[in-house]
């Protein structure tokens, strides 16, 4: 077990929060009350789409301006083992790695259990 997934199981144990999802829903929920409010419905869920397509486009520039991680298939396949077990709550049953370019790793995670 990788210090990815001992951290990922300790945090889920201790009842640690692994993903901020409530804020962001009552954050989005006040947005579109009061888009709808002052523009109505039709014209809030266009204004809500043009804002969401424009802080996508902005979250992926910020995104390809990071530094690439090392190219390391332990590091990966741990850190993929950790994100699985935090959104799953258990590991994934099947892995398989393949390598098609030189440095350039794919990682396939299946879980057998999953409906």
């Known amino acids: 077990?990788?210090?990815?997934?001992?951290?990922?199981?300790?945090?889920?144990r201790l009842k640690e929060e692994t993903a901020s999802t409530l804020t962001m829903r009552y954050l989005n929920f006040h947005l579109m009350s009061v888009l709808a409010a002052e523009r109505g419905q039709?014209?809030?869920a266009i204004e809500a789409f043009r804002l969401?397509?424009?802080?996508?486009?902005?979250?992926m520039t910020e995104l390809v301006r990071l530094e690439p991680m090392t190219a390391s298939l332990k590091?990966?396949?741990?850190?993929?083992?950790?994100a699985w077990y935090l959104f799953s709550v258990k590991f994934p049953t099947k892995a398989e790695a393949y390598e098609p370019k030189p440095g350039h790793y794919l990682l396939i995670y299946e879980d057998e259990d999953c409906p």
């Open 52 to 59: 969401g397509f424009e802080a996508g486009i902005s979250a």
């Open 75 to 82: 590091m990966g396949k741990a850190l993929a083992r950790a």
């Open 1 to 12: 077990m990788s210090l990815f997934e001992f951290t990922a199981r300790l945090r889920k």
């Open 42 to 44: 039709e014209k809030a």
